[in-house]
């Protein structure tokens, strides 16, 4: 049983790929390298030893899914394969529903194809939009508020129609909530190309001198320390989710089901910048800055229902986060340099 993960040179998709591979699990990742790099491989050959295909091939293009899942014998996909830049996503919304709504139906089709009908998809608590209540349990209402958001809601409801219409599907829905860390080599983690827009990429650019300053974007919302609230969860952590999420639908009916991946636990921005420069012994300057449109005060995970069901938990708490992150940044110079 070979699993195929598109998008899987990316951030989180490696992760996950490593943590596979460390179970002995075949794997074959399918990527355009959009926003990721081929030499991601070669570093997940050094962390794992094991040999890891890649197939350079767009998710929307039928053919070449088709004929990676045959060659490889591929039985289950994880779908991590999309864009998810916000501000972009405003701007430019067309790109945005060809590639992650047009993508993902094009992979469902040839999945059916080729028989291959188990699929684990990579949602996001953006599909919550602004919270009516605290912690967000699954069944808060939904709503968005972007098109990136949109592109996952609509995903989630095309699926929620395929399983509906074939019990043979099995999938999983995993909202992610704001993944962070790296692996303990430094080997793999989050670079993004040109300005960071979330939070720890930021600081650890910050921390390496590679950008000035962290703008805090505000510092009077309804929180303890005025600014905005997240559930930061390590990759890792995220990854064995995955693994124990694709392992439940194998095995359960119903057809589809839905599962919060956060830690249920909130840090605002402020606690990130101390726990970073604590437990790294940098220094990370910053400054209050006004709000950024669209965000929202506070935002965490209810992850009940992955416990209970799923017998998950994460365990890697922040300071894992925040060495892990810096490890990985600090690698990279090293890489760079060499
Ligand atoms: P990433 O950009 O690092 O990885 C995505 C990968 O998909 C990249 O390697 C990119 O090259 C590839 N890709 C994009 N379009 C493709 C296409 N048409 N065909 C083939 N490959 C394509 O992002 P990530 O942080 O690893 O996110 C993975 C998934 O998780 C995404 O769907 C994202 O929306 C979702 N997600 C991420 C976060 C987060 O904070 N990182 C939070 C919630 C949900
Ligand atoms: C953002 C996206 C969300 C997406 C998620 C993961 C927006 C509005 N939301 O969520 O759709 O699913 O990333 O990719 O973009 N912050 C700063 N300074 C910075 C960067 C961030 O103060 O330079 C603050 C933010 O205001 C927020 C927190 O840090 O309070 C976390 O921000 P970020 O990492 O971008 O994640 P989200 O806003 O939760």
């Known amino acids: 049983m070979t699993i195929m993960l598109t998008g899987g040179t990316g951030y989180i998709g490696s992760h996950v790929a490593a943590t596979l591979l460390s179970t002995g699990q075949p794997i074959v990742c399918f990527d355009n390298l959009a926003n990721s790099d081929a030499s991601v491989i070669d ?6 030893g094991a040999s890891v295909p890649l197939v350079v091939g767009d998710i929307r293009d039928g053919q070449a899914l088709r004929q990676a899942m045959t060659d490889h014998a591929v039985t289950a996909v994880i779908h991590f394969a999309g864009l998810k830049a916000v501000g972009e996503s405003v701007a430019e919304p067309m790109k945005y529903y060809n590639n ?3 993508g993902t139906l094009s992979l469902v089709e040839a999945m059916a194809d080729c028989g291959a009908k188990t699929l684990v998809f990579s949602s996001s608590a953006t599909v919550y939009g602004q919270p009516q209540y605290l912690p967000l349990d699954e069944d808060h209402p939904t709503s968005a508020t972007n098109p990136y958001g949109r592109t996952k809601l609509m995903i989630e409801e095309m699926l929620a129609d395929i399983a509906a219409a074939d019990p043979a599907w099995r ?30 990429p930021f600081i650890t650019r910050v921390a390496a001198g590679r950008l000035a300053e962290l703008s805090v974007f505000g510092a009077d919302y309804d929180t303890p320390d005025g600014t905005g609230v997240r559930d930061y969860i390590h990759v890792l952590d995220l990854a064995d ?5 694709l392992d439940a639908i194998g095995q359960a009916e ?6 919060n991946l956060g830690t249920g636990q909130g840090y605002s921005v402020l ?4 726990a970073f420069e604590r437990v790294n012994g940098v220094s990370i300057p910053y400054r209050i800055a006004p709000r950024r449109d669209g965000d929202v005060a506070s935002c965490y995970a209810s992850p009940e229902r992955a416990a209970r069901e799923l017998g998950w938990t994460a365990s890697r708490d922040l300071d894992a986060m925040c060495a892990s992150s810096w490890r990985f940044e600090q690698t990279l110079a090293m890489r760079n340099s060499a």
Do not use: C, Q
């Open 241 to 245: 989710g995955h693994v124990v999420a």
């Open 43 to 48: 570093r997940l050959e050094a962390i794992t």
């Open 254 to 259: 119903p057809a589809l089901s839905t599962w």
């Open 271 to 274: 606690d990130m910048v101390k």
């Open 100 to 102: 992650n709504v047009g």
């Open 171 to 200: 999938i999983a829905i995993l909202r992610y909530f704001n993944p962070v860390g790296a692996h303990d080599s430094g080997l793999i983690g989050e670079n993004p190309n040109g300005i960071p827009n979330n939070l720890m």
